[in-house]
Protein backbone atom coordinates (compact mmCIF):
# COMPACT_ATOMS: atom_id res chain seq x y z
CA UNK A 1 0.00 0.00 0.00
CA UNK A 2 1.21 3.56 -1.09
CA UNK A 3 0.97 6.13 1.41
CA UNK A 4 1.24 9.43 -0.08
CA UNK A 5 0.48 11.66 2.23
CA UNK A 6 -0.22 12.13 6.28
CA UNK A 7 -3.63 12.49 5.39
CA UNK A 8 -3.86 8.85 3.90
CA UNK A 9 -2.24 7.31 6.78
CA UNK A 10 -4.43 8.60 9.25
CA UNK A 11 -7.66 7.34 7.28
CA UNK A 12 -5.26 3.98 6.76
CA UNK A 13 -5.28 4.18 10.60
CA UNK A 14 -8.81 5.35 11.65
CA UNK A 15 -9.97 2.19 9.46
CA UNK A 16 -8.06 -0.06 11.62
CA UNK A 17 -9.77 1.61 14.83
CA UNK A 18 -7.05 3.45 15.73
CA UNK A 19 -7.40 7.34 16.55
CA UNK A 20 -4.00 9.18 16.22
CA UNK A 21 -3.86 12.98 15.73
CA UNK A 22 -1.79 14.95 14.02
CA UNK A 23 1.60 14.78 15.44
CA UNK A 24 1.74 11.15 15.71
CA UNK A 25 0.59 10.85 12.25
CA UNK A 26 3.18 12.94 11.13
CA UNK A 27 6.00 11.11 13.27
CA UNK A 28 4.49 7.66 11.88
CA UNK A 29 4.48 8.92 8.18
CA UNK A 30 8.43 10.05 8.56
CA UNK A 31 8.90 6.69 10.29
CA UNK A 32 7.91 4.95 7.25
CA UNK A 33 8.78 7.30 4.35
CA UNK A 34 12.63 7.47 6.01
CA UNK A 35 12.73 3.97 7.11
CA UNK A 36 13.54 4.85 10.36
CA UNK A 37 12.87 3.72 13.68
CA UNK A 38 10.05 5.16 15.73
CA UNK A 39 10.30 5.30 20.02
CA UNK A 40 7.24 6.40 21.12
CA UNK A 41 6.91 7.16 24.97
CA UNK A 42 4.29 8.09 27.15
CA UNK A 43 2.14 6.47 30.34
CA UNK A 44 0.92 2.99 30.02
CA UNK A 45 -1.79 2.42 28.62
CA UNK A 46 -1.85 5.61 25.84
CA UNK A 47 -1.77 3.23 22.65
CA UNK A 48 2.35 3.00 21.82
CA UNK A 49 2.10 -1.04 21.30
CA UNK A 50 -1.24 -0.61 19.38
CA UNK A 51 0.52 1.39 16.87
CA UNK A 52 2.93 -1.63 15.77
CA UNK A 53 -0.31 -3.79 16.05
CA UNK A 54 -2.44 -1.68 13.73
CA UNK A 55 0.38 -1.04 11.46
CA UNK A 56 1.31 -4.80 11.10
CA UNK A 57 -2.76 -4.75 10.42
CA UNK A 58 -2.58 -2.37 8.02
CA UNK A 59 0.02 -3.51 6.06
CA UNK A 60 -1.05 -6.80 6.09
CA UNK A 61 2.18 -7.80 7.17
CA UNK A 62 4.10 -9.70 10.03
CA UNK A 63 4.02 -8.55 13.55
CA UNK A 64 7.16 -9.38 15.24
CA UNK A 65 7.34 -8.77 19.23
CA UNK A 66 10.04 -8.51 21.47
CA UNK A 67 8.67 -7.64 24.88
CA UNK A 68 11.68 -6.53 27.20
CA UNK A 69 12.23 -7.58 30.89
CA UNK A 70 15.05 -6.84 32.96
CA UNK A 71 18.08 -9.65 32.18
CA UNK A 72 16.60 -9.89 28.80
CA UNK A 73 20.05 -11.25 26.51
CA UNK A 74 20.99 -11.73 23.19
CA UNK A 75 20.12 -15.64 23.55
CA UNK A 76 16.42 -14.63 23.91
CA UNK A 77 16.19 -11.29 21.56
CA UNK A 78 18.80 -12.09 18.82
CA UNK A 79 19.74 -15.85 18.24
CA UNK A 80 21.17 -18.82 19.98
CA UNK A 81 22.77 -21.53 19.13
CA UNK A 82 20.58 -25.29 18.56
CA UNK A 83 22.99 -27.27 21.06
CA UNK A 84 21.09 -30.02 20.70
CA UNK A 85 21.05 -30.08 17.15
CA UNK A 86 24.56 -30.19 17.01
CA UNK A 87 25.64 -32.65 19.24
CA UNK A 88 23.71 -34.35 17.48
CA UNK A 89 25.55 -33.79 13.61
CA UNK A 90 28.69 -34.56 16.26
CA UNK A 91 28.12 -38.07 17.01
CA UNK A 92 26.53 -38.53 13.11
CA UNK A 93 29.71 -37.65 11.78
CA UNK A 94 31.41 -39.87 14.89
CA UNK A 95 29.64 -42.65 13.64
CA UNK A 96 30.05 -42.37 9.93
CA UNK A 97 33.98 -41.50 10.47
CA UNK A 98 33.41 -38.55 9.08
CA UNK A 99 34.93 -35.83 12.09
CA UNK A 100 37.44 -33.67 10.06
CA UNK A 101 37.95 -30.86 13.16
CA UNK A 102 39.28 -28.20 10.67
CA UNK A 103 35.80 -28.59 8.76
CA UNK A 104 33.19 -29.46 11.57
CA UNK A 105 33.34 -26.57 13.35
CA UNK A 106 32.23 -24.26 10.59
CA UNK A 107 29.54 -26.81 9.43
CA UNK A 108 28.26 -26.83 12.93
CA UNK A 109 27.92 -23.05 13.35
CA UNK A 110 25.84 -22.69 9.77
CA UNK A 111 22.91 -21.26 9.58
CA UNK A 112 20.74 -23.98 9.39
CA UNK A 113 21.47 -24.84 12.95
CA UNK A 114 20.57 -21.21 14.04
CA UNK A 115 17.45 -20.73 16.17
CA UNK A 116 16.23 -16.95 15.10
CA UNK A 117 15.08 -14.61 18.25
CA UNK A 118 12.55 -12.09 17.10
CA UNK A 119 15.35 -9.25 16.28
CA UNK A 120 17.11 -11.68 13.41
CA UNK A 121 13.49 -12.76 12.75
CA UNK A 122 12.79 -9.17 11.62
CA UNK A 123 16.31 -8.96 9.60
CA UNK A 124 15.84 -12.60 7.57
CA UNK A 125 12.11 -12.18 6.58
CA UNK A 126 12.10 -12.38 2.73
CA UNK A 127 9.33 -10.52 -0.07
CA UNK A 128 8.00 -7.19 -0.25
CA UNK A 129 6.11 -6.60 2.65
CA UNK A 130 8.65 -5.55 5.95
CA UNK A 131 7.33 -6.96 8.99
CA UNK A 132 6.87 -4.40 11.58
CA UNK A 133 9.20 -5.50 14.49
CA UNK A 134 7.63 -4.36 18.06
CA UNK A 135 10.66 -3.63 20.62
CA UNK A 136 8.15 -3.32 23.39
CA UNK A 137 8.83 -1.62 26.77
CA UNK A 138 13.06 -1.11 25.99
CA UNK A 139 13.18 0.42 29.17
CA UNK A 140 12.57 -2.36 31.46
CA UNK A 141 15.71 -4.34 29.84
CA UNK A 142 19.40 -3.63 31.13
CA UNK A 143 21.26 -0.35 30.02
CA UNK A 144 23.70 -3.16 28.08
CA UNK A 145 21.04 -4.14 25.32
CA UNK A 146 20.19 -1.10 24.15
CA UNK A 147 24.25 -0.75 23.22
CA UNK A 148 23.71 -3.97 21.20
CA UNK A 149 20.42 -2.31 19.41
CA UNK A 150 22.18 0.42 17.96
CA UNK A 151 23.87 -1.64 15.29
CA UNK A 152 20.15 -2.67 14.34
CA UNK A 153 18.57 0.50 14.63
CA UNK A 154 21.35 2.64 12.68
CA UNK A 155 22.41 -0.40 9.94
CA UNK A 156 19.35 -2.85 10.27
CA UNK A 157 22.13 -5.24 10.03
CA UNK A 158 23.57 -7.82 12.75
CA UNK A 159 26.96 -8.95 13.38
CA UNK A 160 26.90 -12.66 14.45
CA UNK A 161 30.43 -13.56 15.05
CA UNK A 162 30.58 -17.33 13.96
CA UNK A 163 28.35 -16.28 10.93
CA UNK A 164 29.35 -12.42 9.80
CA UNK A 165 27.00 -9.42 9.29
CA UNK A 166 23.23 -10.74 8.65
CA UNK A 167 21.91 -7.74 6.68
CA UNK A 168 17.50 -6.89 5.82
CA UNK A 169 16.93 -7.14 2.59
CA UNK A 170 13.81 -4.82 3.17
CA UNK A 171 14.01 -3.17 6.05
CA UNK A 172 11.11 -3.70 9.12
CA UNK A 173 9.31 -1.11 10.34
CA UNK A 174 10.81 -0.27 13.74
CA UNK A 175 8.33 0.73 16.61
CA UNK A 176 10.05 1.00 19.86
CA UNK A 177 8.40 1.65 23.16
CA UNK A 178 9.15 3.05 26.58
CA UNK A 179 6.95 3.49 29.40
CA UNK A 180 10.04 5.92 30.61
CA UNK A 181 10.65 4.12 33.99
CA UNK A 182 14.22 5.40 33.19
CA UNK A 183 15.80 7.59 30.51
CA UNK A 184 17.22 5.65 27.38
CA UNK A 185 20.17 6.39 25.73
CA UNK A 186 20.85 9.41 23.89
CA UNK A 187 23.03 6.91 21.39
CA UNK A 188 19.79 5.00 20.73
CA UNK A 189 17.72 8.22 20.68
CA UNK A 190 19.59 9.60 18.01
CA UNK A 191 18.77 6.55 15.97
CA UNK A 192 15.42 6.94 15.80
CA UNK A 193 12.59 9.44 15.36
CA UNK A 194 10.55 10.35 18.33
CA UNK A 195 6.83 11.20 19.59
CA UNK A 196 5.58 11.39 23.25
CA UNK A 197 1.58 10.11 23.55
CA UNK A 198 0.27 12.07 26.20
CA UNK A 199 -3.05 11.14 27.40
CA UNK A 200 -5.88 12.42 25.16
CA UNK A 201 -8.01 15.34 25.83
CA UNK A 202 -12.21 14.47 26.09
CA UNK A 203 -12.68 14.39 22.76
CA UNK A 204 -10.39 12.30 21.42
CA UNK A 205 -10.52 9.85 24.15
CA UNK A 206 -14.34 9.80 23.69
CA UNK A 207 -13.62 9.18 19.99
CA UNK A 208 -11.77 6.65 21.45
CA UNK A 209 -14.35 4.94 23.07
CA UNK A 210 -17.15 5.63 20.53
CA UNK A 211 -14.36 3.82 17.65
CA UNK A 212 -13.82 1.01 19.43
CA UNK A 213 -17.09 0.20 21.45
CA UNK A 214 -19.59 1.10 19.18
CA UNK A 215 -22.40 -0.53 20.58
CA UNK A 216 -21.67 1.56 23.96
CA UNK A 217 -24.36 4.21 24.96
CA UNK A 218 -22.98 7.53 23.78
CA UNK A 219 -24.57 9.34 27.03
CA UNK A 220 -22.25 6.20 28.83
CA UNK A 221 -19.29 7.37 26.98
CA UNK A 222 -19.52 10.98 27.28
CA UNK A 223 -19.62 10.11 31.58
CA UNK A 224 -17.35 7.60 31.64
CA UNK A 225 -14.87 9.74 29.47
CA UNK A 226 -15.52 13.01 31.37
CA UNK A 227 -15.17 11.29 34.57
CA UNK A 228 -11.67 9.46 33.46
CA UNK A 229 -10.39 12.97 32.81
CA UNK A 230 -11.63 14.16 36.08
CA UNK A 231 -9.61 11.74 37.69
CA UNK A 232 -6.79 12.11 36.09
CA UNK A 233 -6.45 15.66 36.89
CA UNK A 234 -6.16 14.00 41.55
CA UNK A 235 -3.08 12.91 43.04
CA UNK A 236 -2.88 9.15 42.23
CA UNK A 237 -0.11 6.32 42.88
CA UNK A 238 -1.29 5.23 38.36
CA UNK A 239 -3.44 7.44 36.76
CA UNK A 240 -6.11 5.03 34.71
CA UNK A 241 -4.58 4.88 30.67
CA UNK A 242 -7.08 4.68 27.99
CA UNK A 243 -7.03 1.08 27.59
CA UNK A 244 -8.49 0.83 31.57
CA UNK A 245 -10.72 3.65 29.94
CA UNK A 246 -11.89 1.55 26.83
CA UNK A 247 -11.96 -1.62 29.66
CA UNK A 248 -13.98 0.11 32.07
CA UNK A 249 -16.98 1.09 29.41
CA UNK A 250 -16.82 -2.72 28.46
CA UNK A 251 -17.63 -4.25 31.97
CA UNK A 252 -20.48 -1.41 32.42
CA UNK A 253 -21.94 -2.25 28.70
CA UNK A 254 -21.61 -5.97 30.26
CA UNK A 255 -23.49 -4.38 33.61
CA UNK A 256 -26.28 -3.42 31.41
CA UNK A 257 -25.53 -0.06 32.46
CA UNK A 258 -26.84 3.23 30.40
CA UNK A 259 -25.23 5.57 32.24
CA UNK A 260 -22.96 6.17 35.26
CA UNK A 261 -24.08 6.53 38.87
CA UNK A 262 -22.13 6.50 42.20
CA UNK A 263 -22.58 2.67 42.85
CA UNK A 264 -21.56 1.68 39.06
CA UNK A 265 -18.63 3.52 39.96
CA UNK A 266 -17.58 2.00 43.39
CA UNK A 267 -18.94 -1.51 42.28
CA UNK A 268 -16.60 -1.51 39.09
CA UNK A 269 -13.66 0.91 40.31
CA UNK A 270 -10.65 -1.91 39.86
CA UNK A 271 -11.39 -2.31 36.32
CA UNK A 272 -10.10 1.17 36.54
CA UNK A 273 -7.40 1.64 38.59
CA UNK A 274 -4.77 -1.23 39.93
CA UNK A 275 -3.47 0.18 42.74
CA UNK A 276 -4.95 -0.79 46.20
CA UNK A 277 -4.54 2.62 47.71
CA UNK A 278 -6.09 4.45 44.57
CA UNK A 279 -8.98 2.39 45.08
CA UNK A 280 -9.31 3.18 48.89
CA UNK A 281 -8.67 7.40 47.93
CA UNK A 282 -11.73 7.24 45.65
CA UNK A 283 -14.20 5.57 48.17
CA UNK A 284 -17.40 7.53 49.35
CA UNK A 285 -17.48 10.90 49.12
CA UNK A 286 -14.51 11.38 47.00
CA UNK A 287 -16.16 9.46 44.19
CA UNK A 288 -19.75 11.61 44.14
CA UNK A 289 -17.36 14.60 44.36
CA UNK A 290 -15.74 13.65 41.15
CA UNK A 291 -18.88 12.65 39.46
CA UNK A 292 -20.60 15.84 40.06
CA UNK A 293 -17.61 17.64 38.87
CA UNK A 294 -17.68 15.74 35.62
CA UNK A 295 -21.31 15.38 35.00
CA UNK A 296 -22.83 15.87 31.67
CA UNK A 297 -25.45 18.12 30.87
CA UNK A 298 -28.84 15.31 29.86
CA UNK A 299 -28.41 16.08 25.64
Given at each position: ????????L???????????D??????I???????????????A????T?????????????????Q????L??????????????L???R???A????????????????????????L??L????????????????????????Y?LE??????????????????????V??????????????????LY?????P????E??????????????????????V?E?R??????????????D??A??V??????????????????????????????????????????????
Amino acid sequence: MILTSIDDLQSLLAQHLYVADRGLATAIYLALKLQRPLLLEGEAGVGKTEVAKVLASAFDTDLIRLQCYEGLDINHAVYEWNYARQLLEIRLMEASGAVDRQHAAGDLFAEEFLIKRPLLQALSTRGTRPPVLLIDELDRADEEFEGYLLELLADFQITIPELGTIRADTPPIVIITSNRTRELHDALKRRCLYCWIDYPDFQKELRIVTTKLPNAPLRLAEQVTAFVQELRATDLYKAAGVSETLDWVAALVALDRQELDAAAIEHTLGVLLKNQEDIQLMQGARIAELLDRSRIPNS
